[in-house]
């Protein structure tokens, strides 16, 4: 089973741009389809975006289409979570995780392995 350790997060004016990280351990990262998703105080969780095993098929939220991206680099068993023009409404904890399941991949609870989270708080 593979483990999870997000990075990246921090203060950020809005508008202004972070980029995530979320280090896999073990060999079978290329194995996981990998989400990323956000939590934000008093509200679930939610889906930001996911991508295949092998990069070519990607999904974001609504909410994010356009200003964020999200890639993986299976040699450094790494994804990524690029997001630019930033609002205040995206502030949350955000969780990577990596699921086996063909389908439904913005559904949290399709999802077995889970990092700790890093704190992302947009500043108007």
């Known amino acids: 089973q593979v483990q999870l350790v997000e990075s990246g997060g921090g203060l950020v004016q809005a508008g202004g741009s972070l980029r995530l990280s979320c280090a896999a351990s073990g060999r079978t990262f290329s194995s996981y389809v990998m989400g990323w998703f956000r939590q934000a105080p008093g509200k679930e969780r939610e889906f930001v975006a996911a991508?295949?095993?092998?990069?070519?098929?990607?999904y974001y939220a609504d909410s994010v289409k356009g200003r964020f991206t999200i890639s993986r680099d299976n040699a450094k068993n790494t994804v990524y979570l690029q997001m630019d023009s930033l609002k205040p409404e995206d502030t949350a904890v955000y969780y990577c995780a990596a699921t086996t399941f063909p389908t439904s991949w913005d559904t949290p609870r399709r999802y077995d392995t889970w990092g700790q989270g890093t704190q992302v708080t947009v500043s108007s």
């Open positions: 991508v295949s095993r092998n990069g070519l098929r990607i």
